[in-house]
């Protein structure tokens, strides 16, 4: 709003004086780009039940959700298969009644070739805490059929921190 009034009386001085139009303007677009920002690191994204989606959109997702500094919570009855890697973003929480549901890559259920399988295992490990990643890389991602399923309760004995009472 304040970078919008800025910019409304950018346009009534640009009669009076192009200099104080100009800086008056800048001024106003700078705020508008840094007004989300500074939005976005006071929000909190809360995951109801997910499912999961496809690694490439859940990527994106993460990228977005880290570079704007939001804190994520994870509070849903089910977090499954792409929605486990919210649990690399810093600050992100769980409830300790959430099932997380952990399956290896795979493309529309069907096995990757090995080199790809690896790749990818890798992609989704390096969102997990130590001791999960570990048990991703040695058992959780060899079903691709179904999923392992832990609990919260378990994801904070990890080291993932729960969320606070809403």
């Keep these: 709003m ?7 009386s950018a346009a ?5 004086s192009r200099t104080a139009a100009k800086a ?3 001024l106003g677009l700078a705020l508008m780009v840094l007004q989300p920002a500074a939005a976005a690191a006071q929000q909190t994204y809360v995951v109801g039940s997910d499912r999961g989606g496809y690694l490439h959109d859940r990527l994106i997702e993460l990228k977005n959700l880290q570079q704007n500094g939001v804190r994520v919570e994870i509070r849903g009855k089910v ?3 792409t929605c486990t890697m919210f649990l ?23 096995r990757l070739a090995q080199d790809k399988f690896d790749y990818f295992s890798r992609v989704m ?9 570990s048990w991703f890389m040695a058992e959780g991602r060899n079903r ?4 392992h399923k832990i609990k919260g309760s ?3 004995r990890m080291g993932v921190p729960a969320c606070r009472s809403a």
């Design 125 to 133: 490990a390096q969102y997990y805490p130590a001791p999960l990643k």
């Design 2 to 8: 304040l970078a919008q009034n800025i910019a409304s």
């Design 12 to 16: 009534a001085l640009l009669g009076r």
């Design 154 to 156: 378990e994801i904070i």
């Design 79 to 81: 977090c499954y298969s």
């Design 144 to 147: 691709i059929s179904g999923v």
């Design 24 to 26: 008056a303007a800048a």
């Design 88 to 110: 690399g973003l810093p600050g992100a929480c769980v409830d300790p009644a959430t099932t997380f549901g952990f399956h290896g890559p795979s493309r529309g259920g069907r």
